[in-house]
């Protein structure tokens, strides 16, 4: 749905001015844009991967005070520890496998412990990539950056994106360091479609870098900045907001182009006020805010579309068509076509008009 005549500054009041304007020149009636729908962000059911829940018995975990794990163990088994959210679980299975490889350094490996330590420490290194899908998917400051926000950008007021690109290139960061191998290659669109199988996860253990404290606690500090905003979503919903508008004025533009005289001996006041509205007000105003958008886009696109990638696969339709749709690149490839169709009616018409660009 959109909102005009709110806000003189916001993306509906700017496009609706410039829609007007070449209205009136062509004497005709202005028409608001259809509403438009567009694939939701998943609920979290359907995005929850289940995670085996592997417990060290009393007798181990008391043992393990010789190398500092109890007390992060008995931490987690708290009553805060069990509502941790979801960067603080995925922090404390990292600091845990970081406890797990110090104790078997300073273990002997003759030590009945040690292979036992052994198998959490590979049961836990192939679940990491579960507990930091759920983070982004499930966690609630992650979610709102994905579900789309119905509100567009308002030209020169993009907020959020430098916080947004730097929590997911940190996150991608981490993503690497705590991958695992998988047991076979598969596409975005093969691993989003596939049916979420009851068995082990289709991947095997590798040797996941260690990650310091200083650098888990990193993601708390990115996660808090991106909580005043909803940028990922507010992107997309921009984006397919100004996809809407420019193909409505292309149409408008388009249906009466043969109204626009031009050529010798020929009245061309017409395609000279038209030129100035478009100078004024796309030129001037639209065409950046369509740049940015697109900038921001493909640097904050390749991000998405690698950690959006589930790592088990995953029965959820909706998601199939929200990565297809928002980060395989259809929604931006509908942009940019939208946006060529409206800067082609311009070049078309200054070349029929002999109007050099660039004039007013």
């Known amino acids: 749905m959109f909102f005009v005549g709110c806000d003189r500054q916001s993306a509906d009041a700017q496009f609706e ?5 070449l209205a009136n020149v062509l004497d005709i009636s202005p028409q608001a844009p259809d509403d438009f729908s567009f694939p939701p962000f998943p609920p979290t059911r359907d995005l929850t991967l289940p995670v085996e829940d592997i417990r060290i018995n009393l007798l181990d975990a008391y043992e393990l005070r010789k190398c500092g794990l109890f007390n992060l163990i008995a931490e987690r088994n708290s009553i805060l520890g069990k509502v941790q959210d979801k960067t603080r679980q995925l922090r404390y299975e990292l600091l845990f496998l970081n406890g797990l490889q110090h104790c078997l350094t300073v273990l002997p490996k003759d030590a009945e412990l040690y292979n036992t330590l052994k198998d959490y420490q590979e049961q836990k290194q192939r679940l990491l990539p579960i507990y930091l899908w759920n983070m982004l998917t499930t966690g609630e400051e992650w979610r709102q950056q994905l579900t789309l926000h119905h509100r ?21 960061h981490l993503a690497e360091r705590i991958k695992v191998t998988p047991a076979t290659a598969q596409s975005p669109t093969q691993t989003i479609t596939q049916t979420t199988s ?3 996860p289709a991947t095997t253990a590798a040797a ?3 990650v310091s404290t200083a650098q888990i606690d990193r993601l708390l500090s990115y996660q808090e900045k991106l909580h005043p905003y909803h940028y990922a979503g507010q992107l997309f919903y921009s984006i397919e907001h100004a996809t809407h508008w420019l193909n409505t004025i292309t149409s408008m533009l388009t249906e009466q182009e043969k109204t626009i005289p031009c050529g010798e001996n020929r009245n061309q006041q017409k395609a000279t006020y038209l030129n100035n509205v478009f100078h004024k007000h796309f030129v001037t105003t639209l065409q950046p805010y369509l740049a940015q958008l697109d900038s921001q886009y493909q640097q904050i696109q390749p991000y998405l579309q690698t950690l959006l990638q589930p790592p088990r696969p995953l029965d959820s339709p909706t998601f199939t068509q929200y990565y297809q749709y928002y980060l395989a690149g259809t929604q931006h490839q509908a942009f940019r076509d939208a946006t060529l169709s409206h800067v082609a009616f311009w070049q078309r018409t200054f070349k029929r008009c002999n109007i050099r660009v660039g004039s007013r």
């Open 152 to 172: 567009a950008f308002a030209p020169q007021k993009l907020y959020g994106f430098n916080e947004a690109l730097n929590a997911y290139t940190y996150t991608q």
């Open 198 to 200: 009851s068995s082990a």
């Open 208 to 210: 996941t870098q260690a």
């Open 17 to 21: 001015t410039y829609q007007d304007r």
